[in-house]
């Protein structure tokens, strides 16, 4: 049996590949609890993996959560159901490896909110997104309230959710949910590899601590978010990596980082 989430590395890259495309993608518990797994993986080897690719088999990218197991639980069970996919996509936004989400086909309900709860986006142009669950009589409840205001604002994000509207990547890509469009999926992977080698070259502490202050300075005020700043910097001043760029600029070459 196939497994419905996939792990596989290159490099430093790490790729989640979600593997159930005869269904789209949807979100069932067992795609929930490996995914949970395999964050949690990712989490504990960041000196291995430091940047972690997002993309979907098949045709869609996720189309939400999976609505014929939905239908067979009990309210109790929903109620677990949609607390577990709100666990595993925080804890894929709390990652310290940058993540981006290839997006090769539809992105829908929970599938977008998985798009949201990363760092990057990146998509085909012939993809089509949206939060669309109160068309289905829900609000979406993986984070996509919270998330896409803080992304294209109040208002456009209620113009989105209150009307289940499906946009297109250009209408995406304008609003400020994407980072870019790609014409095809060759491309996309161009884009997001792209994106990950121009990460990659950095001190990978360093870029976890800088993504970290800017998250966590996001939902304070300023003086907070300055507090915050500095004590990431604190983290890195011990660090090898550091003493490596002095060195390496004393000496006029690349340095090599190791993630120390």
């Known amino acids: 049996?196939?497994?419905?989430?996939?792990?596989?590395?290159?490099g430093h890259i790490g790729y989640i590949r979600l593997n159930r495309p005869k269904d789209l993608n949807a979100i069932n518990d067992s795609m929930l609890a490996l995914l949970g797994e395999i964050l949690?993986?990712?989490?504990?080897?960041?000196?291995?993996?430091?940047?972690?690719?997002?993309?979907?088999?098949?045709?869609a990218f996720c189309a939400g959560a999976d609505l014929k197991e939905r239908r067979l639980l009990v309210e109790s069970q929903i109620r677990g159901s949609v607390m577990k996919i709100r666990e595993v996509l925080n804890a894929l936004e709390r990652l310290p490896q940058p993540t981006i989400a290839a997006i090769n086909g539809y992105a829908f309900g929970g599938g977008l909110e998985l798009a949201l709860a990363c760092d990057f986006r990146y998509s085909i142009r012939a993809a089509k997104m949206g939060l669309t669950e109160v068309s289905l009589g829900i609000i979406p409840g993986a984070g996509g309230t919270q998330r896409l205001p803080r992304l294209i604002g109040a208002a456009k994000a209620k113009e989105l959710i209150l009307t289940a509207r499906k946009i297109t990547t250009e209408q995406a890509y304008a609003l400020g949910l994407l980072n870019g469009v790609a014409e095809d999926l060759q491309q996309l992977k161009e884009i997001s590899e792209r994106l990950a080698a121009e990460i990659l070259v950095n001190a990978p502490l360093a870029v976890y601590q800088a993504k970290y202050a800017i998250d966590k300075g996001l939902n304070s005020d300023l003086q907070t978010g300055m507090d915050v700043e500095f004590k990431a910097y604190e983290a890195i001043i011990p660090t090898k990596d550091r003493l490596e760029a002095l060195e390496a600029f004393r000496d006029k070459r690349t340095p090599r980082f190791n993630g120390e």
């Open 1 to 10: 049996m196939n497994k419905p989430v996939l792990l596989e590395q290159q």
């Open 40 to 59: 949690e993986t990712i989490e504990r080897h960041p000196r291995d993996i430091r940047v972690v690719i997002i993309e979907g088999e098949g045709r």
